[in-house]
């Protein structure tokens, strides 16, 4: 029995170092290597040189004069330590009022806009944490930020059109804008909104 008991000590202490301390070490070198900017969080600076976010998790914008993301239930909004949609399904009360408060506050916000409310800018996305908008629901955002920042609206909405980003590999997923990176490019433009 206790021949047994050594091989399957060393057994999972080789495991144990392998899958807990080799595997991780090696995965994180290569990323480091091959990817050094992605593997560090793509982390997103501003002019003065300050980490400010990063390009993968979403954020919250409540100023006027900048894009505002989609609702985030990941914890209290935006948390990463608490990722998640809010589980709530289509016929729950609790999501309909967050989403009818939701629809009511972006049509006083945005008076100017035009069309329907883009359904995305009043349902969080699965993660909470999503980064980016589709280029409509950013553009219906445009008079909002342009009356706050006393600038024409055409050159808002080239700022806007100037992020967006095409499909990954010409193929996968949608068009997209990654609101971090709009609301940069405003307050490079057009200095930054104090409201």
């Known amino acids: 029995m206790l021949p047994?008991?050594?091989i399957a000590l060393r057994v999972t202490i080789a495991t144990l170092l392998l899958t807990g301390l080799v595997y991780p070490l090696a995965v994180t070198g290569l990323a480091q290597?091959?990817?050094?900017?992605?593997?560090d969080g793509s982390l997103v600076t501003d002019a003065k040189g300050q980490v400010v976010g990063s390009r993968l998790i979403g954020q919250p914008f409540a100023r006027r004069g900048y894009l505002q993301?989609?609702?985030?239930?990941?914890?209290?909004?935006?948390?990463g330590a608490a990722s998640s949609g809010?589980?709530?399904?289509?016929?729950s009360q609790k999501l309909h009022d967050r989403a009818a408060a939701d629809v009511e506050r972006l049509r006083a916000e945005n008076p100017d806009a035009t069309g329907p409310i883009p359904a995305e800018l009043a349902t969080a996305s699965a993660s909470g944490l999503d980064p980016h908008l589709s280029p409509e629901a950013a553009l219906w955002q445009a008079p909002r930020i342009a009356r706050a920042r006393s600038v024409e609206l055409e050159r808002v909405r080239a700022v806007i059109e100037s992020e967006v980003e095409g499909r990954t590999f010409g193929v996968l997923g949608e068009p997209r804008v990654n609101v971090l990176a709009v609301n940069l490019a405003l307050d490079g433009r057009f200095g930054e909104h104090a409201e």
């Open 4 to 6: 047994e008991i050594g």
């Open 86 to 91: 809010s589980n709530l399904g289509t016929t």
């Open 69 to 79: 993301p989609r609702p985030s239930a990941a914890g209290a909004g935006y948390d």
């Open 33 to 39: 290597l091959l990817f050094p900017h992605a593997a």
